[in-house]
């Protein structure tokens, strides 16, 4: 029996904002190892699905569970979320953030994070609001991905950072990806991603409009997922 | 919890600090031009409101700093970051409250502190009454701002 663990289960999620439907009817699981991309324009859901995940929205209707428990403190211990904002406190340096982590996650690894700052080139002593934007996304995702989590939410993670950049935030993501853990990254850059992704989600209007393993997809079709991407959501 | 009220009062000190700095200072300019003849602070009648409001003042600005610190949480990107945290909702709200009450009884003790200090320094002749105002001033911040957090 190779059964595969779902990290992710996800049963007729449903959030409304009063008579607006952000989410409908959502149903999704996840399994073990894999790298899952959502994709979809902006005001697609996809902000509203992580939130939920997060804990920092309440659904409306369905049911939610992460490595099993329903979202709350013990979900938010084994989930390692890169918002896309910056959400370090304004006052702190680096290495103020290295111990806020290690304080409150029991899977921080130090030397993991310190590997991640030089190889984004980033100092310890830096002062977190002086940081410009790609070094903000640089600093954020070593944080992130030095926890050994069960399950990576990463909010748009290479949005507005220079190419150069990128592809260090790739090679990051890539590099530090665990066998045992899932990865969710929403982005609507889709051709930058496209490569690291297992499986894609298609999320238009708070439902899911096509979901599959990427390669398949990409078989099926017999174009890129950024091609399907365009044509699912074009005019 | 403990872990989190750290962060919190690490967050707001350099602010506060702020306040008794200006506090201080203010105070010993008063204090000091109290003791000069024909001063505007000569009298006790003016000393006294001028001092009373700015210690009033100083309590103010540091309650709505801490309301702000509870808005920001909720408005703006570092909510992110505090409401990810594996805590309860309960244990992020009580160790800002907790924080925030250590706060004003730091600084209404630091006040009553430099007052007693700058009357040793600036007007020994006047401790005889001006020690007597002051105590039932103090001690009337301090329990104003108690039951305020109440």
Known sequence: ?235 | MLKYMKYEIRGTYKFILGILALVFILLAGMYASSNQEGSLFHSVQIFMPIGVMLLFGAALIAFLYIVGSFRKELYEDSGYLTFTLPLTGNQILGSKLIAALIWFIGLGIAVALINFLLMMIFSPFHIYHLSQLFLVKSFFVCKFLSVGIE
């Not at chain 1, 990290?7 to 904002?17: M, P, T």
């Not at chain 1, 982590?101 to 899977?107: L, M, W």
């Not at chain 1, 070593?142 to 909010?155: F, M, T």
């Open chain 1, 1 to 235: 029996m190779n059964k595969m663990k779902n990290i992710v289960e996800i049963n007729g999620l449903a959030k409304h904002y009063f008579r607006k439907k952000a989410l409908d009817q959502l149903n999704l699981t996840i399994e073990e190892g894999k790298v899952v991309g959502i994709l979809g324009p902006n005001g697609s859901g996809k902000t509203t699905l992580i939130k939920i995940l997060t804990g920092l929205l309440r659904q409306t209707g369905g049911e939610v569970r992460i490595g099993g428990y329903k979202v709350g403190v013990a979900t938010k211990s084994i989930v390692s979320y890169l918002p896309d904002r910056n959400f370090l406190y304004k006052w702190m340096r680096i290495k103020d953030a290295l111990k806020l982590y290690q304080d409150f996650y029991e899977d921080f690894d130090e030397k993991k994070f310190e590997a991640l700052l030089d190889f984004m080139k980033l100092e310890k002593d830096m002062k977190i609001d002086t940081l410009s934007k790609g070094m903000h996304e640089k600093l954020n995702l070593s944080l992130v991905l030095a926890r050994d989590a069960k399950l990576y939410i990463l909010d748009e993670p290479i949005a507005g950072v220079d190419p150069v950049a990128r592809d260090q935030i790739l090679d990051a993501i890539i590099g530090n990806f665990r066998e045992n853990s899932s990865m969710i990254i929403t982005t609507h850059l889709v051709r930058d991603m496209e490569s690291i992704l297992d499986e894609v989600v298609f999320l238009k209007d708070g439902r899911i409009v096509l979901a599959g393993n990427a390669e398949q997809l990409r078989e099926e079709k017999g174009k890129q997922i950024d091609t399907i991407y365009k044509e699912v959501f074009g005019a």
